[in-house]
């Protein structure tokens, strides 16, 4: 099936890809606490793989395996901290598991440049892993599971993304950012955003987890931070000379094409909403 789709349009391939993905990750968020948590798992380790894989292609040498480990251990442990599995101390595990890095780098023979890919081993953690350790944290709010708010925040994010593709592609002619990104328009920046925050109005009528205010914040802060995030992840890969992180998802890239908004919107939308609630 996935052979058959690469041979269609990306705009049908697009599409395609959404009607399969989208249901998968939002029906994980909903079964239970244990799915949200694996299906996030699994896509931060494939995002944050693929990730030093990239880098790799650069000349540069991240520790691939143990940087995703780590990566995974700490969305791991906030899962089981937020769910009061186990206790907050267990967070200092976390600085041990790290400090590990510079022990096996000392043993690498074989890489010229060992801090600066240290530094890439610790960054892959920091922009991928700690970002869905975050929605983790976010979701399990004083222990309780809230998953209609990882989905609403998906869900902002999505729209925004297929308003600004559909908008830019009609009537997209101002460039956004072309040094980075030369298809980006203002046009398409402007739909997008216009659409997700809609989605976020509507969402707010139905789902009472966050006030229609506070919806509203949330929608303006991903449709900046999303759109930033994206830019990010194409400067990325414009210092590689690729066009896509990957090829697992059809029409879209790979998985860090698909979440690099959510990635950066992440540190955002949990320091409003804590301070937020913490105001008021």
Not at 78 to 87: A, H, S
Not at 256 to 274: A, T
Request: aromatic share 16%.
């Amino acid at each position: 099936m996935i052979k058959n789709l690469k041979n269609k349009s990306n705009l049908t391939q697009r599409v395609v890809a959404a009607l399969i993905g989208a249901p998968l990750v939002i029906g994980c968020i909903l079964y239970s606490p244990n799915s949200f948590w694996l299906i996030f798992l699994a896509i931060s380790i494939l995002t944050q793989y693929e990730f030093y894989k990239l880098l790799g292609m650069n000349g540069s040498l991240p520790l691939k395996l143990y940087g995703t480990f780590c990566g995974a251990t700490i969305i791991t442990i906030t899962y089981l901290v937020e769910t009061y599995t186990i206790g907050f101390e267990s967070y200092y595990l976390i600085v041990p598991l790290l400090t590990l890095t510079f022990f096996i780098k000392l043993y690498r023979k074989k890489d010229p440049r060992p801090f600066e890919n240290l530094g890439y081993t610790f960054l892959g953690t920091i922009y991928v892993a700690l970002p869905f350790a975050l929605l983790m944290e976010l979701t399990f709010w004083e222990g309780i599971f809230r998953p209609m708010l990882p989905v609403g925040i998906l869900i902002i994010l999505w729209v925004n993304d297929s308003g600004a593709y559909f908008s830019g592609m009609l009537f997209g002619k101002r460039k956004l950012f072309e040094r980075i990104s030369p298809k980006k328009t203002w046009e398409g920046f402007i739909g997008g955003a216009i659409f997700g925050l809609l989605a976020a109005f509507i969402f707010s009528r139905y789902v009472d987890v966050l006030d229609t205010k506070e919806w509203i914040l949330v929608a303006i802060i991903i449709v900046i931070t999303g759109t930033l995030g994206d830019l990010v992840e194409s400067l990325f890969k414009r210092s590689i000379a690729i066009k896509d992180s990957g090829s697992l998802i059809p029409g879209h890239g790979g998985f860090l094409d698909r979440f690099d908004g959510l990635l950066l919107s992440m540190p955002f939308i949990i320091s409003f909403l804590k301070l937020y609630d913490l105001l008021n």
